[in-house]
Every structure is written in structure tokens, then in C-alpha cells.
């Protein structure tokens, strides 16, 4: 009988195998991509005071603290101590009144003036060539120094001061409208022609919509210039006005009527400067710009 041997084969315990761990795909939400905002951001109201109060309150901190000497520049409770003392007795009122009228006559003949010296040179080749040259001579003469031959030919009254003022207006109106007219789009020319739009309809819906930022660019400058000619043409021979007020507070040393003078000048020009802004932003309305 054969012997039956029975082989027992052991076989060792499995190991384990490595395996690389297999990799999750990691979940990322995927937005809109930051966009970096470049414009100057949104327009805060009444902040172009903050710099004009700024330089207020550093001088009121100043003069409080003894660094000013008040025979020099004189403590801003001072001037307007001096103000109101000047328009309770009623010569302050009337210097205003009088300067107010002066600039608003020479500023309405300029701009009247301007505007349409502007149309005319940029609509027309023949006003261009009449009146752009004549216009830039007249912007390379120094505008005061044209004072003593306008006394000579108009006398030592206010005509004169008037139409000082009015040369000053003019030729920063008259420089930016041409230049708004004549930086217009040909391509707007011609689709006017396409559509036979008449010469009202096309100076209405192309000319005036494309000039109108060069128009208010130079009416801003204007409305400066009529306050800058105007405190020098008020200390020639002038009898009121804000600028007599300052030239005769010169002869007796009144620092503070002069500061004063010099601060209702500011006022005025900062005023009018902010209308003329508003007016803008009303009108261009329609325009998208950095400072819309």
C-alpha cells in the first residue's frame, strides 16, 4: 500500500501593497475675475471744499497759536470782524454791487462775442481765415497792456473797464469752442450729408453736441479771467468797486480790508467756477466721462 504523503503547504501572511494614493481632484468655484477698478471712484458732494477749508483751518490754527503776525496777515475773525463791519455801514454792499455789475456786463459781451466768432471761423473757411488770425494776435497782445490806449479812445469811465473785461472773456471762449468744432469727427460730416440733414439740423444734432465740452472748458477759464482783469482795472482812476477798496486800504495799511478783498474774490471765483461745473454736469448729462 503505497504511503500516501501529505505535503502542507504553507504559504506567509499577504503584505499589504503600496499603492500610490490616488488623487482628488480638488473643487475650486470659479467666479467673476477681479476686475482692478482704475477710474478715480465715486464722486463724493461738496468735496472740493474739503481743500479750501483745509487751508482755512491751518490758518485759523496758526494765527491762534501766535505764529502769524497779525500785522502781516491778520487772524481770520479779524477780517471777518472787519467784513461785517464794513456791510453794516454799508460800504462794503456798495463796492460789491458795483464790482458784481462791472464783471457780469464784460463777461456777457465776451461770451456773446466769443461763441459767435467761433462759429463763424469754425464753420466756415472764410470766417476761419477773416478771424482765427486776427484772434490769435490778439491773445499774443497782453490784454492790460491794452489799458492805456482804451483810456485814450474811450475815456476813463467804466465803457473802458468794460470792454477790458469782455477782451479777457472772449479769447478763452472763442479758443476751445473753435477747437471743439474743429476736432468734431469728419465721419459725422458725412453721415449728416447721407441723411440730407439740413444746416440748422446738422449744426443742432452734430456741431453743438461735439462742442459743448470745448465750450464749457473756456467758459470756465473765462469766468476766472473776468475776476482776475477786474481787481486790476478797479484800482485805475475807479471811484468803487472791491478793487478801490483794497488800493485805498493799500495807502493806509489795512492788511485785513486787503486780505478781506482778496477772500470775496476767492468766494466769487469759486462760486461761480462750481455753477459753471454744475450746469456742465446737467447739460452733459449724456456723456459718460471720468468725472461723470
Do not use: C
Request: aromatic share 8%.
Amino acid at each position: 500500500m503505497a504511503d500516501h504523503v501529505s505535503t502542507v503547504l504553507v504559504t506567509a501572511p499577504e503584505r499589504p501593497v503600496a499603492t500610490s494614493p490616488v488623487p482628488v481632484p480638488r473643487v475650486t468655484t470659479t467666479g467673476r475675475p477681479r476686475v482692478r477698478r482704475l477710474a478715480p471712484g465715486r464722486r463724493r458732494p461738496y468735496a472740493r471744499l474739503l481743500g479750501p477749508l483745509l487751508l482755512l483751518a491751518v490758518w485759523a490754527g496758526a494765527s491762534a497759536a501766535g505764529l502769524l503776525d497779525p500785522r502781516i496777515l491778520p487772524a481770520p475773525w479779524t477780517v471777518l470782524h472787519t467784513g461785517w463791519h464794513l456791510w453794516t455801514a454799508g460800504t462794503l454792499r456798495t463796492d460789491l454791487g458795483t464790482s458784481l455789475w462791472r464783471a457780469t456786463q464784460g463777461f456777457a459781451i465776451g461770451l456773446v462775442a466769443g461763441v459767435l466768432l467761433a462759429l463763424a471761423a469754425g464753420l466756415s473757411r472764410i470766417g476761419e481765415a477773416l478771424i482765427d488770425g486776427t484772434v490769435q494776435v490778439n491773445r499774443a497782445v497782453p490784454t492790460l497792456g491794452l489799458i492805456p490806449l482804451f483810456i485814450l479812445w474811450l475815456g476813463i469811465g467804466e465803457t473802458f473797464k468794460v470792454v477790458i473785461i469782455a477782451i479777457v472773456v472772449y479769447i478763452p471762449v472763442y479758443l476751445n469752442l473753435h477747437a471743439a468744432l474743429a476736432g468734431i469727427d469728419s465721419r459725422y460730416v458725412e453721415l449728416a450729408e447721407v441723411l440730407r440733414l439740413s444746416r440748422w439740423q446738422f449744426v443742432r444734432q452734430v456741431v453743438i453736441p461735439g462742442a459743448l465740452p470745448g465750450f464749457f472748458v473756456g467758459l470756465r477759464l473765462a469766468v476766472t479771467g473776468s475776476w482776475l482783469s477786474l481787481v486790476v482795472l478797479e484800482q485805475i482812476n475807479a471811484t468803487n468797486g472791491l478793487g478801490y477798496m483794497m488800493f485805498q486800504a493799500q495807502n493806509y495799511g489795512q492788511t485785513d480790508v486787503i486780505v478781506l478783498g482778496l477772500l470775496i474774490y476767492g468766494v466769487f471765483g469759486f462760486a461761480s467756477d462750481s455753477a459753471v461745473r454744475l450746469l456742465e454736469r446737467r447739460v452733459l448729462a449724456w456723456r459718460r466721462s471720468l468725472s461723470s
